[in-house]
């Protein structure tokens, strides 16, 4: 009798190995869409061009060079206006939160808030700045400041997730673009959940940055460097200025949120605006509120940002055709030579931190590289390393405006500045120079395939992991600290699933046979699709138009086409019929 009871599990054991085995070849058999390596063209060869189609040729390249130049330069200026726009709207309930002691005095809350206002003025550079001139101003002490700018980390990263949706309408560039955006974010959680925790148990960063503090004798100084700005200001400030320092008084509480007014706008005396107002930006002699010329903004910033973002596409895609595509391909992510090519990584990561240095940003850099990880011109790997870099890079302005201190604080501000230098360095040496250590890989890979197949998943995931996560953590932390405890079990959940999957993909045979799946499971636990089914039943007329870019088998595709074709259908699950008048959607 025991037997067949051996044969049948051995069955089963065989079962699920060779399911293994088909998924693993039929993933091998399948194009790879992170990888482009045949840039497809239909363009005449140079040495077939007559030479007045070789004088178009070059001029044609020269025109689209500068408009990608001048789209490039409206993108950053958009950029610049999302954040004034988020400033408005929210700057003064960010100054709030910042000085509100009781919230700060738990860690976990204090990232939350850190994410919440990074999100709400749209920089970490910002963010930072408030809290070293906080710091500086003995409002709050570096344990409390720590939390906080681990959290502005995280909320920088949201900039680039809201880019990466520019690229939505075709499925594979949209699942590298988002991949390469969530990649900032999958290191910063990472780092966070890690180093949060030794700080809170250890004070690593503290007591490190205490150390290099004391052991330099740095004079006090006034530093200020603007490189990209002075590109940009002569036309940002012509449509709207703000008072960034209006955010850190508020936070100082050296003035009230009701007298505050974080737009830069002329007064008015006797009925009339003051002649002697020198402001000539658009809302300088407008009445509208703060929030009002916000929202405005915000409309204009977003219309903007993706006009842009859809010219600097279009343009890519015209530009890096056929061999010029495989030349800037190969180079961008070539490794050095011989036993140099180790450090090919970290020379990529001194490249993003000099470059986001020059445009005193990390948004902003990563934002520009998106759309280029997108349409395949830089991979996922490399990318990789250049958004360490950044977040190396960012650090400068909190070390700027910490060395613009004045009086006896200096050495808290810099203090504060040094941590966040020294919590991204750490982060890299975690999850950078032993290659098995590189989880935000696969990780943002897995967000890109999710995103991929369920278009909606990124708007849920950009609002999810930026505001609604961080606000219940925040109302948790109101109720009582103790309340956090609440969110033990799922964390432990969510722990325990993370293993069990990497176990299903690695080391299957030490599972018991009905974990090695999840298909004991209801499908709503263990998929996506339902909720898919309801969006679409939902939202299907605008979700198709938006969001689905299948076309149609022809006798004239050829092979590479008919294959593409056929993913792009069997990804979306969609077989084409549909009825307007019963909402009814049919598939496979």
């Not at 999957?501 to 499971?521: A, E, I, M, Y």
Request: aromatic fraction near 10%.
């Amino acid at each position: 009798m025991r037997e067949p009871v051996k044969s049948k599990k051995n069955e089963m054991e065989k079962e699920h190995s060779d399911k293994g085995k088909q998924g693993s070849e039929k993933q091998k058999g399948d194009t790879n869409p992170w990888i482009i390596e045949d840039f497809k063209t239909d363009i005449t060869l140079w040495d077939d061009k007559t030479f007045k189609e070789k004088i178009w040729t070059v001029l044609w390249i020269f025109i689209r060079v500068c408009l990608f130049l001048g789209l490039l330069y409206i993108f950053v200026c958009s950029l610049d206006f999302l954040s004034s726009a988020f400033r408005l709207l929210g700057g003064a309930a960010a100054g709030n939160v910042l000085n509100d002691h009781f919230l700060l005095s738990n860690p976990i809350c204090g990232l939350m808030i850190g994410v919440l206002v990074t999100v709400l003025v749209q920089s970490s550079s910002t963010s930072t700045s408030i809290v070293v001139a906080m710091v500086s101003a003995d409002i709050i002490r570096v344990p409390q400041a720590i939390p906080i700018v681990m959290g502005a980390n995280i909320g920088t990263s949201v900039t680039n997730t809201i880019v990466a949706m520019g690229q939505v309408q075709d499925r594979d560039e949209f699942r590298r673009a988002f991949a390469g955006a969530t990649l900032h974010d999958m290191f910063n959680w990472l780092s966070v959940v890690i180093l949060l925790l030794i700080e809170v148990m250890f004070h690593y960063l503290e007591a490190l940055s205490k150390a290099v503090v004391n052991g330099f004798n740095i004079p006090e100084r006034d530093i200020e460097v603007s490189i990209l700005k002075e590109l940009t200001d002569p036309f940002t400030k012509r449509i709207i200025a703000i008072d960034k320092k209006a955010i850190t008084k508020i936070a100082e509480k050296a003035i009230s949120t009701a007298d505050a007014r974080i737009l830069k706008h002329c007064k008015k005396i006797n009925g009339t605006w003051d002649p002697e107002c020198d402001y000539d930006h658009w809302f300088a002699r407008s009445e509208l509120s703060d929030s009002g010329a916000g929202l405005i903004m915000l409309a204009v910033s977003l219309i903007i940002l993706c006009l842009c973002l859809f010219g600097i596409v279009k343009i890519l895609h015209s530009l890096l055709k056929g061999s010029i595509a495989k030349i800037v391909h190969k180079y961008l992510n070539a490794d050095f030579p011989g036993y140099a090519a180790y450090f090919t990584g970290y020379f990529a990561i001194l490249i993003g931190a000099v470059l986001t240095f020059v445009v005193q940003s990390s948004s902003i850099f990563t934002s520009a590289m998106t759309p280029l990880v997108g349409v395949g011109v830089i991979t996922l790997d490399r990318m990789y390393p250049l958004t360490l870099g950044s977040n190396i890079g960012t650090t400068a302005t909190g070390l700027i405006a910490a060395l613009a201190s004045s009086g006896g604080k200096l050495k808290n501000a810099l203090q504060i500045a040094i941590c966040h230098l020294f919590f991204n360095i750490t982060g890299i040496l975690i999850f950078y120079p032993i290659p098995f250590m590189r989880w935000p890989l696969p990780m943002a890979r897995k967000l890109g395939n999710t995103t991929a197949n369920y278009r909606w998943f990124a708007i849920a995931y950009l609002v999810a992991m930026f505001f609604i996560f961080p606000a219940i953590i925040i109302g948790l932390s109101v109720i009582s600290p103790y309340a956090l405890l609440l969110l033990l079990p799922v964390v432990l959940m969510l722990i325990a699933v993370g293993i069990i999957n990497v176990l299903q993909k690695k080391k299957p045979g030490w599972l018991p046979l009905k974990l090695r799946d999840w298909s004991f499971l209801p499908i709503w636990c263990r998929s996506l699709q339902p909720y898919d089914n309801i969006m679409r039943f939902r939202w299907f007329p605008y979700y198709d138009m938006c969001c689905r870019k299948c076309d149609a088998l022809s006798n004239d595709d050829d092979a590479q086409t008919i294959v593409k074709k056929e993913n792009c259908n069997k990804n979306s699950g969609f077989n084409g019929s549909f009825s307007n008048s019963a909402y009814k959607v049919v598939y496979r």
